[in-house]
């Protein structure tokens, strides 16, 4: 099992840190700071603990108000759903081929037909 520093590092490009380039170093911990900028390094979280931590974040701030956890997140998720798009559509006619086919699935050429008929 690696350490906590393996797995810090292994998140991090080449090993480094991303604000100034040193080498995170093996003694890292969870919550440590960068020697050279200050950047602080976490460890990774599963996907429930991920879930979890912002879950009880929303809940800290809005208690237990659904509806304005969900208006609080509404402009956030648009703007990551965009630039998701962005991406897409900056790589090129290959990449919305696929990105469609992966969101349509069977539909994805009757949804395109339908698309471009309604265009026209």
Known sequence: MPTIAETICRQYEDGK?????????????????????????????SDSERIESLKNLLSSRFGRDDQAMSEALDDLVHDLASQIGSSINNGGLDSQIEFISEQCGDFAVKTVADHIEGEG
């Open 17 to 45: 840190c991303p604000d100034c380039g040193d080498n995170i170093p093996d003694t890292m911990v969870d919550g440590g700071e960068c020697a050279n900028c200050g950047h602080v390094f976490y460890a990774p979280e």
